[in-house]
């Protein structure tokens, strides 16, 4: 898959699934560079990992400490080939949030991954790299509730597809992966540390009858990133169990919910 000795930055790389594309990255013969804020994971990971894996402590809403990344990315490795924006904020009080909130949820998900491709944009296209921005299905449909991820995760879509009509001339692929429910940090939480008690709440709205693993999401990044999706930009990958393909029906016909309602 041509990506031996190639320099990946992942964002959000101590969580869940951000840990599960850095093993995959990693295993793939990668150098990566793991950022994330979470200090005691971060280095967690990357003892585990071994050498081919850097932590970095980021805050990635401050351009200087983006810029201060770049830079020691580049003087360490002398490339940048692939980016990886999956640093997230879950936080969403919906029709309540204040401005603050919405500026930070929407600095975090949105603009700060946005800031780092233009950041990198210069390396990438030195040996056409590769950017893929963590979209989810909840950027696709309504939610009561909430508004500030699901607004954040549309623009990502969006975003991809500009940032890779600008950056086609340059030889810089980018694409977005949208993940379904996931087993990760946030679902966890919601489900109490319980994985079948997850897949079963998962299986009626995901075809495939579970919640998705992190590394089901982590191999389709490492695709987007390798040669074997050399002709592949501007799109959206669900990797989300056939969940996007429903709709309120979840897939039954008519006939099936009224036969199953109506007496015999």
Wanted: charged content about 20%; some cysteine; hydrophobic content about 50%.
């Amino acid at each position: 898959m041509s990506t031996q000795d190639k320099v990946a930055i992942v964002t959000g790389a101590a969580a869940v699934l951000g840990s599960a594309i850095v093993r995959a990255f990693v295993q793939a013969g990668m150098q990566v560079v793991a950022v994330d804020i979470d200090i005691a994971r971060g280095e967690a990971l990357a003892a585990e990992l071994g050498p081919r894996c850097r932590f970095a402590a980021c805050d990635i809403a401050s351009d200087a400490a983006l810029d201060a990344l770049v830079a020691e990315a580049l003087q360490d490795a002398g490339r940048i080939d692939f980016v990886v924006n999956n640093a997230v904020v879950y936080g969403d009080a919906g029709m309540s949030a204040t401005r603050g909130e919405w500026l930070h949820a929407l600095d975090v998900n949105l603009v700060s991954g946005a800031m780092l491709v233009q950041k990198t944009a210069d390396a990438l296209a030195v040996h056409g790299g590769a950017v893929v921005n963590m979209g989810s299905v909840g950027g696709k449909f309504g939610a009561a509730g909430r508004a500030l991820y699901p607004a954040a995760k549309a623009a990502i879509l969006q975003l991809t597809r500009n940032q890779a009509a600008s950056l086609a001339p340059r030889g810089v692929r980018v694409n977005s992966v949208s993940p379904g429910w996931t087993w990760s940090d946030a679902l966890s939480r919601m489900a109490g540390n319980d994985r079948a008690l997850a897949d079963r709440i998962a299986a009626p709205m995901h075809p495939l009858g579970r919640a998705g693993d992190a590394d089901d999401v982590a191999r389709v990044v490492l695709f987007l990133c390798s040669d074997a999706a050399r002709f592949v930009t501007g799109a959206d990958i669900p990797v989300d169990g056939g969940f996007s393909m429903l709709g309120p029906d979840q897939g039954r016909s008519a006939r099936d919910w009224f036969g199953a309602a109506l007496p015999e």
